[in-house]
């Protein structure tokens, strides 16, 4: 079974432990995504509704760049750094995912870099 990493100028680079995703067996797993501008690092956004569009921005670009799309994602991982963003995170999360969401899993972020609200991962169809 080969594996491709996915890399896109389109989405903050990665750090050098590990790969924006990862394309392997029909899927693409995609990892968790900061609120972060691809060009300049900065976090986007002071509400989680902004942060978690900024989130899917870069996790649908690092998809196109697989050859695949948000459409196409199967299950993603919701990561917030306040419980009680949850509700403003789903306000946003509907407006990407109005008809058949994918399925979904949430925690409490364990680290915060400054003004990180939200990390967002997802595995999609290929």
Excluded: H
Excluded at 44 to 53: F, H, K
Excluded at 55 to 64: D, E, K, S
């Amino acid at each position: 079974m080969s594996r491709e990493i996915v890399l896109t100028p389109n989405a903050p680079a990665p750090p050098a432990t590990f790969s924006q995703a990862v394309k392997s067996a029909g899927l693409v797993f995609v990892s968790g995504q900061g609120p972060f501008d691809p060009v300049t690092g900065d976090v986007v956004g002071e509400t989680i509704q902004e942060q978690t569009a900024q989130c899917l921005r870069n996790v649908a670009a690092i998809l196109i760049a697989s050859g695949s799309s948000l459409e196409r994602i199967v299950s993603a991982t919701v990561i917030v750094a306040e419980e009680s963003d949850f509700a403003g995170m789903n306000e946003e999360w509907v407006k990407w995912f109005p008809m058949s969401p994918p399925a979904r899993q949430g925690a409490k972020l364990p680290v915060r870099p400054k003004g990180m609200k939200i990390s967002i991962a997802a595995i999609a169809e290929g």
